[in-house]
């Protein structure tokens, strides 16, 4: 069945660096566009990167800008999401979602169950 | 503070049909397709409505979105218990060059 699976979340310093990682599984990865998006404690959900499908486009939430890098490995069916100089915002619940489109613009048809990055010194 | 407005809370009564209001601007909602996603506390989020007003396979019919202009909107008619949930609005914005979800609302079936 088509499935997204995140791993690579966990308890790091500020100023330090984490990659997360999505295992996508049950469809043509290569062909669709990624999301990661997260959700910071007690608020909604706040887009953070998109990669179009053949990995060309990105694109970064203004607030991960420069610090944060989106990757794919279409040979490995995975999504990367690269954190550097972490934040104490930055904790949150990290999704990734595979794109109705393969340029990102077509609706997020399914997502991961999330991995938590708390950021802490 | 997002770019796209939604009102924090809504109610009804099971059986009660509820919109969700999502406002924008000309740079996000007056220029590109809207998508609505229903999100339950420890769950995955799901994708409700896309472009606007399509319905994914096994998303029920009592629910429907529109557009018109800057502003969206969900309808959920027939309101039941387990549509209480956070439900968001989301597009693409063409001046920050990436997606912006609105605030959520809150959805609460008395």
Redesign the interface.
Known sequence: QVQLVESGGGVVQPGRSLRLSCAASGFTFSTYGM?W?RQTPGK????VA?ISYAGSDK????SVKGRFTISRDNSKNTLYLQMNSLRAEDTAVY?C?KD?SGG??????V????TTVTVSS | Q?VLTQPPSASGTPGQRVTISCSGSSSNIGD??V?W?Q?LPG?????LI??NGQR?SGVPDRFSGSKSGTSASLAISGLQSEDEA?Y?C?T?DDS?????????TKLSVL
């Open positions: 999301h998006v909604g959900l706040e887009w998109l694109y970064h939430a203004d999704y979602a109705r990102g613009i077509g609706g997020m048809d997502w991961g169950l999330g | 997002s590109n397709n998508h996603y999100h769950t995955a989020p799901k994708l896309y472009i994914p956070e968001y989301a693409w920050l060059n990436g997606q912006v979800f609105g605030g959520g």
